[in-house]
């Protein structure tokens, strides 16, 4: 059973920046794709981007140019750096496995939620 821990949400206002991470646990981090998901008031969660295993990255078209995932398989950690944040980009931020077809983003429910941090953008 994985178990995913993310952190570093708050509060920033429009333009600014801040740094997600995500610690899990279990032995297969290092071979699994992995993803940031979202989710904002009223609506479904979505994937907005996901790192492969050889560090392959791909990313919602919203969120393209100004986020950035990355990983560190020694420390069992991904991240992601979002920059230039906009109101929209308000949300729960989740990370969990993630899955990639043909370069495109395909949500799927891994199950196994954590906990979840909280991003808020402000004019």
């Known amino acids: 059973q994985v178990q995913l821990v993310e952190s570093g949400g708050g509060w920033v206002q429009a333009g600014g920046s801040l740094r997600l991470s995500c610690v899990a646990s279990g032995r297969m981090f290092s071979i699994n794709t992995m993803g940031w998901y979202r989710q904002a008031p009223g609506k479904q969660r979505e994937l907005v981007a996901a790192?492969?295993?050889?560090?392959?990255?791909n990313y919602a078209d919203s969120v393209k140019g100004r986020f950035t995932i990355s990983r560190d398989n020694a420390k069992n950690t991904v991240y992601l750096q979002m920059n230039s944040l906009k109101l929209e980009d308000t949300a729960v931020y989740y990370c969990n496995n993630a899955l990639v077809v043909n370069g495109r983003l395909v949500y799927y429910d891994y199950g196994s939620w954590g906990q979840g941090t909280q991003v808020t953008v402000s004019s």
């Open positions: 790192i492969t295993s050889s560090g392959s990255t």
